[in-house]
């Protein structure tokens, strides 16, 4: 199995939890006979490496003064499909499926969706209800249409706790079955991923804890 991770965080750049929780998972699908890519973002730090067995590619923003988080998000985008399409044609187009880390680089996975039939999972930290409750500016509104359609058109959704996708069938209408619970402090959490992964790949791996 070939999985596409996009994170706008990942170490040594740790802003919050989803740059270490994405690490973890990243070294777990790879003990687990998956080749992981890690698409992310570093201002200076760019280029492809291998850190223990997973092949990172670091990309940065190729506009340098922004507004607002939601238009670096947006240029940075562009390099993130650019980056992602450069390793499907590498591998003859044979990537199972790419692992959306929040709301970010959902563009993006849309972009390669419906231009390489590439499939995604969106994999929900937190949405912008919780990050700004009651916001309504239409920064916030933007934000909430990108987190939107990563919820219409991803294959399935991660939550990482029972609340968590509660919040995503109630805020954004998700249906029942689209939702799956992964939390990373469960056991077995690792081979969940896993089963949710050959779901939409169609390939079995084995087990490593």
Do not use: C
Not at 24 to 43: C, D, F, G, K, P
Not at 98 to 113: E, M, Y
């Amino acid at each position: 199995m070939r999985v596409i991770i996009f994170s706008w965080e990942y170490p040594p750049r740790i802003v919050g939890k989803l740059a270490d929780y994405v690490s973890e998972l990243a070294s777990l699908l790879v003990r687990n006979n998956v080749e992981a890519h890690v698409i992310t973002y570093h201002e200076y730090a760019t280029g492809m490496s291998i850190e223990g067995d997973v092949s990172i590619h670091r990309v940065t923003n190729p506009v340098k003064t922004h507004i607002s988080i939601l238009t670096w998000v947006l240029t940075l985008n562009q390099e993130i499909e650019r980056v992602a399409a450069n390793i499907y044609y590498q591998a003859g187009g044979n990537v199972d499926l790419i692992d959306v880390q929040d709301w970010h680089f959902i563009p993006a996975a849309v972009t390669l969706k419906k231009a390489l039939n590439m499939p995604f999972i969106y994999s929900v930290e937190s949405f912008e209800d919780h990050r700004a409750p009651g916001a309504n500016m239409p920064l916030n509104m933007a934000i909430k249409s990108i987190e939107w359609l990563g919820t219409y058109e991803a294959h399935k959704i991660i939550a990482k706790s029972e609340w968590m996708a509660e919040e995503a069938k109630r805020i954004y209408k998700v249906p029942e079955d689209k939702v799956i619970v992964a939390n990373p402090a469960a056991t077995g959490w690792i081979q969940r991923i896993l089963e949710i992964y050959r779901s939409i790949a169609g390939r079995g791996a084995s087990v490593a804890l």
